[in-house]
């Protein structure tokens, strides 16, 4: 079954504004990571955060975890046209050696 | 330069055909995985190695079988293509095999069985 669902499902915002993404998990994780994914293209690592971490940045991102609540956000900052892709959240999770996606999160940045 | 490098981008067959995916990578790294992505771009591992020991194989009908003839290559052969394997499958790498570090993925294969 699937372990990571992002919300929401797509998202359109002007250029500038900030985008923030969500995503909830089922199970407990080691870590959680965030990737990009161009229309045509591979997915990229953007940022992974432990499960012993509360907040971690990267340029324009900001990714927050909270495991009480099993929950991440991923927040991009002034985003610009080119942050349009898909965004995906993946939970690392030791009792299954793997990284499990969820379904992603559909962005568009309108000039 | 490409770092996780997959052949061929595009792949059109008919089905019953039988079929190979390449994948190479330049990072040194031990692991190398197979991950399908459906049409709804839901993206679901099929297969792990770890220096070319089969780690995971996620419940993939036999008719996929994976080879890893060193630990810088993982292909994937295809058996009797079905409609329902039209897909994107992506090659990816990783340092550990626990699911601790980044994957490094290749820009994917479009297959479609027609």
């Known amino acids: 079954s699937q372990q990571g669902e992002e919300d929401p499902q797509a998202l359109s915002i002007q250029e500038g504004e900030n985008a923030t993404m969500n995503c909830s998990y089922k199970t407990s994780i080691n870590n959680l990571q965030w990737y990009r994914q161009n229309s045509g293209r591979g997915l990229v690592h953007l940022i992974l955060i432990r499960s012993n971490e509360r907040e971690k940045h990267s340029g324009r991102l900001r990714v927050t975890l909270d495991t009480s609540k099993k929950s991440s956000s991923l927040l991009i900052t002034a985003s610009r046209a080119a942050d349009t892709a898909s965004y995906f959240c993946?939970?690392?999770?030791?009792?299954?050696?793997?990284?499990?996606f969820g379904p992603g999160t559909s962005l568009s940045v309108i000039p | 330069d490409t770092a996780v490098s997959q052949t061929p981008k595009y792949l059109v067959t008919q089905m019953g055909n039988d079929k190979s995916i390449k994948c190479e990578q330049n990072l040194g790294h031990d692991t190398m995985y197979w991950y399908k992505q459906d049409s709804k771009k839901f993206l679901k591992i099929m297969f792990s190695y770890n220096n070319k020991e089969l780690i995971i194989n996620e419940t993939v009908p036999n008719r996929f079988s994976p080879k890893s003839p060193d630990k810088a290559h993982l292909n994937l052969h295809i058996n009797s293509l079905e409609l329902g394997d039209s897909a994107v499958y992506f090659c990816?790498?990783?340092?550990?095999?626990?699911?601790?570090?980044?994957?490094?993925f290749g820009n994917g294969t479009r297959l479609t069985v027609t």
């Open positions: 990816a790498s990783s340092q550990e095999a626990t699911g601790n570090s980044p994957l490094h």
């Open positions: 993946a939970t690392g999770v030791t009792s299954y050696d793997k990284v499990i």
